[in-house]
Structure formats: C-alpha cells, structure tokens
C-alpha cells in the first residue's frame, strides 16, 4: 500500500537529530510493511503526524531519539489503539467486586439478553399487546415485587443516582434527617453531603460518629423534615462503644410522623451472605419487610447484574421520583433493563449460587480453591521451582462487608527466567488475556477466588507465556 501525505517543514531541523525523524509518507510506508494495519490510510496519516510532532518536542528539548525509536514508536501506538482497552481480562487479585477492574462479570445469561437487546429492537416503552406507549419498568417491577414484595421499581444507571435522584424528587428544599456516622464518603468523591447539596436538600445532621439512636432522629423532625436516610457504611465499618438506630425504630419513627424512610443498602444483597461464613448484611427483601418506603441499592455489587441503581419501595414514592425531571437524564438504557431481568431470574430460579460469578466466587470452597491451584501448577512444570502455592485471603470488594476476609488459595510467583517479579507482573499484564494479580513481599500472587474454573487453562497459559525467557 502507497500512501502520500503532505510534508510539514520544520524551521528548526538540524543535522544529526533532526534528520532522524522521517518523513509522513516513509513513516506510513514502513509502518504499513511491517504491521499490515487496519486502520484507513487517514487515520494511519493522523497517528504518525501525532508521533512525529511528539519526537520533534523531545529532540527539541535535548532527548536523542533514533529512526527506529520513532518508527517502532508508531507502530506501538498504532497496535494499542487496534486493541480494545476494554478487552476482558482475568482477576487473580483477589477482590470479587474490583472497582478498578470494572466490578465483577455477570453471568453468561444476563450476558446473552444484554448483546440481544443491544443488537436488536425491543419493545422498550411499547405493549406489544395495546400498542401503547409505556411499560418500561413493567417488567423489572414485578420480578423484582415477586422476589422483594416491593409494590414498585425504578432502575437508573447506578446507586449513586439513585440516591441523588431519590432526594431530588422527595426532599427538594426540606430536611433530610442523617446519623452523623453515615454522612460518609463512600469512594470517587460520593460524600452523602454533597449529593444532598445537589439534590438541593438539607442535610441534618444527629446524633454522634459512633452512636446514634432513634430518639435523635424523633427530636430532630420539624415542619420542614421530608425524610430520614439511613446509609450503608459501605467501605468501612466503626467498632467498639458504637451503637446505631435500627432500621425498623426508625420506620417506627418515620410513621409515627407521617414522613418515608429511605434506606441506601449499597451492596443490593438478595441472598443472605452469613450462609458463606461471613458476616450478616442485610438484603432488599429485609428491608422491605421492615415497611421502609425506598430502598436504594446497587445492581453491579452483590446483586450480581449490570451497573444500576435500584430504587424500589411503596408505589406513590417510585411513581413521585419516576417523574421528576432528573429521572430521565439518569434512566439506564434497554441494554441494563434487559441483564437485570435476566439476573433477576437467577434467583427466582433459585440458581444464583450456581450462575451468578459473583456468587460462585463467594461461595467457592477452600478445597475446590486449592485443587485447582494444584492443577494449574501442574501444568508448569519449566518453571515450578519459581512458583508456590500458598493460602491468601480474599475480599468482596466494591464497597461491600467492609473487613471481611475469604480464605482463599493463590499461586505464588517469585523472579523466573532472569525477569524480577514486576517484570513478570507487567507481562501478565499486556499479555492476551490480560492478567492482574497483587505483588505480597516481593512475589506475585494470583488468587484463585477470583478467577472462574472455566478460566483456568487461560491463567496456566498466561504464566507461561509471561515467564518465558528473554
């Protein structure tokens, strides 16, 4: 393929350095030789002109740079940009729910009904029956309603939302009651002060950062109270002489004086987490039963599904908050309607455990763990005196059973093959699939909670392709 693009001159090329940086049309030339791009030949154009502006700033500066620096430099880049960033990689680090890492992968069944809906027309907000408009959280509300016994359900595009929307709607210019050990951060910026602020309501503050109790909340209602908020701590959690409010004295509190109680679970359990050995938290349906009027909770944490938030509770509040205006600026789209149907099923089929990653990482045994370790190692025989298997310990992660630990079983990889630890580390991390693992005392574990049983010949071949020698 022969390109021609313009020639830029340069005022301040001189011999030596200057020299070295190629012209467009030999850069694209060579770059299409070796690297058979994909890219049109526009795009390649505006790719090499950005490199070439970049290495003509660093000579400039005083940095020496070769031809077949910036040459290999082009194809670099032109290499990432053909590689999807977003290219599912495997989690060995332990924590289930990785923020960082895009939370955690829903099951192959919410997978499929979200690509369908993507890839096709649905009947989004039509009746297929009356030819209608409307419906679109038809479906959702009576999952969820079967599962939770909420009479209504809103889902927008995550918890955050939600609660901001949720306060938006019922607390506009009025009083919001909040146990000064809630008014917490929970990660990015998300302070529950500030989305009040935003929401444009207002904060009231009680009781003190490790004990509140019902009674300050009752001694803080006034004319202009419009609802009491009880937060998930998420993230961390306070110990020792603490003491908070349940959440039924407050419903009690809530309807002695005719104002909704807003419970913000974060996590969105469904299923009850002590069974796993770990601590209690309590689920969607908990808080229902209770007769809180919302509960706002997250679709992409314990719940299992895409990323969303929940608002869910008495009907008149969720049909107040669908229409106020910021709802349709935060609404999800039909791809996360249709995965958190499909991740709802699970559990109504009663097969979460089963289906759901998250679940199935949580609820993997210790023995399963280690046998699985045994047989990746197995398979490493070249390198296994550079490789232990060793106990670790796993978390939920995502703001969920703040403490909580997983014992769990990880392959440990120390230096191997004349590469240290953080160079086996980065060539996990740009190999295909791409693997992240955490660096303990100068090893590299990878921990097996997080990665799934049908992965494991990928992370046995991963190792081997990052271990080998120079």
């Not at 829903?106 to 993507?118: D, H, R």
Request: with cysteine.
């Amino acid at each position: 393929m022969t390109i021609v693009a313009k020639e830029s001159s340069n005022p301040h090329s001189s011999p030596g350095t200057f020299r070295e940086i190629p012209s467009v049309t030999d850069a694209v030339e060579h770059v299409s030789s070796v690297a058979a791009p994909t890219f049109s030949p526009s795009a390649l154009i505006g790719l090499t002109q950005r490199v070439l502006a970049c290495a003509r700033g660093e000579i400039a500066s005083g940095m020496p740079l070769t031809r077949e620096v910036i040459l290999q430099r082009i194809i670099d880049d032109l290499t990432a940009m053909e590689r999807p960033r977003l290219a599912p990689l495997l989690n060995a680090t332990g924590i289930i729910i990785h923020t960082n890492l895009g939370r955690a992968p829903v099951s192959a069944e919410t997978a499929g009904a979200m690509t369908s809906a993507a890839s096709s027309y649905v009947p989004l907000e039509l009746d297929p029956k009356s030819n209608a408009r409307g419906g679109r959280m038809n479906e959702l509300s009576n999952l969820i309603q079967l599962l939770t016994g909420a009479e209504a359900t809103l889902v927008v595009n995550n918890n955050a939302a939600a609660v901001l929307l949720t306060l938006s709607a019922i607390a506009f210019d009025k009083e919001v009651i909040v146990s000064r050990g809630e008014a917490v951060e929970i990660g990015g910026g998300f302070r529950i002060p500030d989305v009040m602020r935003q929401s444009g309501a207002v904060l009231v503050e009680v009781g003190a950062t490790n004990r509140t109790y019902a009674r300050d909340y009752q001694n803080a209602i006034t004319a202009r109270t419009a609802a009491i908020l009880k937060v998930h701590q998420s993230n961390f959690r306070i110990e020792g002489f603490t003491a908070f409010a349940p959440i039924e004295e407050l419903v009690e509190v809530g309807n002695a004086a005719n104002i909704p109680v807003i419970n913000d679970l974060g996590s969105g359990a469904l299923l009850d987490v002590s069974q796993f050995g770990l601590a209690s938290e309590p689920t969607i349906q908990q808080s229902i039963d209770t007769g809180v009027s919302i509960v706002t909770a997250s679709g992409d944490k314990l719940f299992g599904g895409p990323q969303a938030g929940i608002i869910c509770g008495e009907a008149r509040f969720v049909r107040e908050i669908e229409r106020h205006p910021l709802a349709r600026a935060v609404r999800a789209d039909k791809t996360c309607l249709a995965g958190m149907a499909a991740t709802l099923r699970h559990y109504l089929r009663d097969d979460a455990v089963e289906r759901i990653p998250v679940w199935r990482m949580i609820a993997a045994s210790e023995t399963e763990l280690r046998r699985r370790a045994e047989a990746i190692f197995s398979g490493l025989p070249r390198i296994s005196e550079s490789v232990k298997i060793v106990p670790s310990k796993a978390t939920t992660g995502g703001g969920s059973l703040p403490g909580e630990e997983m014992q769990s079983w990880a392959l440990s990889i120390g230096a191997v093959n004349g590469k240290p630890v953080h160079e086996v580390a980065l060539a996990l991390r740009k190999g295909q699939p791409r693997v992240f693992g955490r660096i303990h005392e100068d090893r590299l574990l990878l921990d097996l909670r997080t990665i799934l049983p049908e992965d494991d010949q990928q992370l046995g071949e991963a190792i081997k392709a990052a271990t080998a020698g120079h």
